[in-house]
């Protein structure tokens, strides 16, 4: 069955080559590499001459296949899961139900080859009209007008509706065309869309099954890479062009779904020979690139790790966790509602744009304004750095339930600003919406990415108490690498806030609650104090420290005292020693004079004797000594009186 | 390859084929007949050989192998097969 439609390209194709040249030994030479891979009793038959390479220049891209097997597509995600994109000088295809995404796909894979490979292509479109396919991906920017140029020909291959089916026919034609373009351009790319409307159209299985493999004979003898699309209405119902599949290298499945009223578009890879792949439906969404599919990244996480340590923004939780946040670390702030989650998320963003790094913050709750206003009242200065440009705010609203598309976003304004800090104010906005099972990976995705660009992040999110449902509420807190979380301890009528850190990973971290005050003057974290088992908070705390400080005072004032008394009592001694130093001087005293008294005493009892014996002499002496005293003193006077 | 036959070219046809292709070769042998039979009075067939002439099929938009064009009397028709169906042929040609 499969041999009879085998005769038809072989003579037909024979029969076009026959104008052209040097053919033979380059057939000769392809057909040889080409033995292996057959499988199908099909190839066999056909070998030498499927695979044969009409132009010279071919034979050097088989070549390459040795060394480089895929072609990128240039689909964000999509490259990475099949680790390189679609088979290169393979056919895939691409089947999905209406407005999938089928031809954007295969467009933009196209267009990718044109722009970064300067690869050409050709676009068959079988069911819309080629001036509409270009009008329509003009939302994506992808300049096709200039592509067409030169790089991309659109070969609208529709046939109208007034014609006439008489009898079987083939696609001899439109090849043979498309071969003579492929030529002239240099094709290495080609897409056929929409080839189910063309098979419809034969309305017969067994030339439907020839003209496919006559296609696929054509792609493999031209080595093209080529994505055919098929639409289908449902997996089950749609077996009709199930050889397709078959036949093919690589089937990529489209789907769309609503799901409580959000729409969800999913890629699958179903097959891709000779490759590994991720074989998991992935979410994709239509941003203003192109589509973009959010993966999981690697099965292996690896990201590149650093011991580099960023500032937090505040001194003190610097001081608690050994040095701040680790780089491209993922950082979560949890916290009930005004516990200063914002403000701590600011502080981070302003410290970064100090640093010099471009940051992003992503606000849900509030405009940007409000947010810079606010912060401004704590001390926070977010307008310069705006100003300078380091710093964006982007301010958005959830969506809905489906947060591809609000990821898709948030992940092309990181790229835009090529951010190396991000705030995400709050994550919980986005997170809350998680409960649908088809994005609820979706948040754990990003922060992936995040952590693969290096880009430090320090996301906010609503909790309520910490040892609630905070796990399973969104999951994101299992892959935090520090969990801060923020509570109000309500005590003595008061209401404070106490920061503690859950878990830092890779830093030793300090596990004393710290007050979070704010002020005008900025924010601060104070020791918080406690006192028959209890932690002391605000008044209480400030009680409590008045109460340190009067016994530190008591303490002093004791201290003063005690000096005083050992001063008193050192001058007592002192004293006391005077006296007896004075005592001493006393008695020393009383010792000379009773000395010098004896000494006298003695001498006067001489004297006295002496006396007494001149006494009785007494006329000469006596009579000598008095009147000489009075000569001395007369002549004064005399004088006097004779001037 | 122009065919011509009769003295009034009254029906004007161009049959794009693609080489040796068994459809294209019973197209052209359908085509033929059909003419003969039904239109002996004067009709105009041409056979253009696509792998020849693929800029003059493509002007003609031709995507399939093989594809009648009624190009004369109006209204223009197209037809594609190997004309095996030979009422669906007539009908489009305006012969029944």
């Known amino acids: 069955m499969l041999v009879l439609p085998q005769g038809l390209p072989r003579q037909s194709f024979s029969g076009f080559v ?20 057959g499988g199908s009793k099909f190839e066999l038959i056909d070998g030498p001459r499927a695979f044969g390479k009409g ?10 296949v040795q060394a480089k097997t895929k072609v990128l597509t240039g689909i964000q995600g999509f490259d990475e899961i099949t680790d390189g994109g679609l088979p290169l000088g393979r056919t895939s295809l691409v089947m999905g139900g209406p407005g999938c995404g089928k031809t954007v796909f295969a467009l933009q894979s196209l267009v990718n080859g044109a722009h970064r490979s300067k690869e050409a292509g050709l676009f068959v479109a079988f069911e819309e009209n080629t001036r509409q396919i270009v009008a329509n991906a003009a939302a994506f920017g992808w300049d096709l007008p200039a592509l067409e140029k030169k790089k991309l020909f659109f070969l609208d291959a529709r046939l109208s509706p007034e014609v006439v089916k008489a009898g079987d026919f083939d696609l001899i034609g439109m090849l043979n065309f498309l071969q003579a373009k492929a030529e002239d351009i240099h094709a290495k790319r080609i897409v056929f869309d929409g080839i189910d409307v063309l098979l419809g159209l034969l309305d017969d299985p067994v030339a439907e099954r020839r ?7 054509w792609l493999t003898k031209m080595g093209l890479t080529a994505i055919i699309t098929q639409k289908v209405a449902g997996f089950e119902a749609d077996q009709r062009y199930s050889f397709l599949q078959f036949m093919v290298d690589c089937v990529v499945v489209l789907r769309h779904q609503v799901v409580d009223g959000s729409a969800f578009r999913n890629l699958r890879v179903m097959k891709y020979r000779g490759s590994g792949f991720s074989a998991d439906e992935f979410p994709i969404s239509l941003t203003k690139d192109g589509m973009e599919l959010t993966h999981r990244g690697p099965p292996e996480l690896k990201y590149e790790v650093t011991d580099e340590r960023i500032s937090s923004g505040l001194p003190r939780l610097d001081n608690m966790l050994h040095g701040g946040y680790h780089r491209a670390s993922n950082v979560l702030i949890s916290g ?65 339930p489906n ?5 898709g976003d948030l992940r092309n304004q990181v790229r835009a600003h090529k951010a190396r800090c991000l705030v995400i104010d709050p994550l919980s906005a986005l997170s809350t919406k998680l409960a649908h099972i088809a994005s609820a990976d979706a948040a754990q995705q990003f922060l992936d990415f995040l952590k693969g660009e290096g880009i430090t992040v320090v996301n906010t999110s609503l909790m309520d108490g910490l040892s609630t449902d905070e796990a399973t509420a969104t999951g994101i807190s299992t892959i935090a690498d520090t969990w801060i979380h923020v509570s109000y301890v309500v005590q003595d009528g008061e209401r404070n806030r106490a920061l503690t850190i859950v878990k830092s990973r890779g830093t030793g971290h300090s596990n004393q609650v710290r007050e979070l005050e704010l002020s005008d003057q900025g924010v601060t974290l104070t020791d918080v104090f406690i006192a028959q088992g209890k932690v002391l908070m605000g008044v209480a705390r400030w009680e409590w420290e008045q109460q340190e400080r009067a016994a530190k005072k008591r303490n002093q004032v004791a201290t003063v005292l005690k000096r005083l008394q050992l001063q008193l009592a050192q001058a007592e001694a002192a004293a006391r020693l005077q006296v007896v130093q004075t005592e001493m001087e006393a008695r020393s005293s009383e010792i000379s004079v009773l000395t010098h008294a004896t000494g006298s005493a003695s001498k006067l009892m001489a004297t006295d004797r002496e006396v007494l014996r001149k006494m009785r002499h007494a006329d000469k002496e006596v009579g000598v000594a008095r009147p000489r005293k009075a000569k001395v003193a007369a002549p004064k006077n005399g004088d006097g009186a004779a001037v | 390859m122009a065919d011509l036959r009769g003295k009034k070219a009254r029906l004007l046809l161009r049959l794009y084929v693609a080489g040796n292709a068994p459809n294209s070769l019973r197209a052209v042998a359908n085509a033929r007949a059909i003419c003969e039979e039904h239109f002996a009075s004067g009709h105009e067939l041409e056979i253009v050989d696509l792998l020849e002439h693929p800029r003059r099929a493509l002007a003609d938009g031709i995507i399939v192998t093989p594809t009648l064009l009624k190009l004369s009397p109006l209204p223009a028709q197209r037809v594609i097969g190997n004309l095996n169906d030979t009422n669906e042929l007539l009908v489009a040609l305006g012969g029944k």
């Open chain 1, 18 to 37: 026959r104008g052209s040249y040097e053919l033979t030994p380059v057939r000769r030479q392809d057909g040889r590499k080409r033995a292996e891979p």
């Open chain 1, 55 to 64: 132009i010279p220049m071919k034979t050097q891209s088989s070549r390459a």
């Open chain 1, 211 to 217: 003209e496919i493999y006559r296609i696929r004979d």
């Open chain 1, 336 to 400: 009930a509602p005004g516990t200063a989650k914002s403000t701590l998320a600011g502080l981070f963003a302003a410290a970064a744009c100090k640093r010099g790094e471009r940051t992003l913050y992503v606000s849900f709750d509030e405009g940007a304004d409000q947010i810079v206003r606010n912060l401004r009242s704590v001390g926070v200065r977010l307008a310069p750095h705006l100003k300078s440009g380091l710093l964006r705010m982007y301010s958005t609203r959830t969506r809905g």
């Open chain 1, 403 to 407: 947060v591809e598309e609000q990821f």
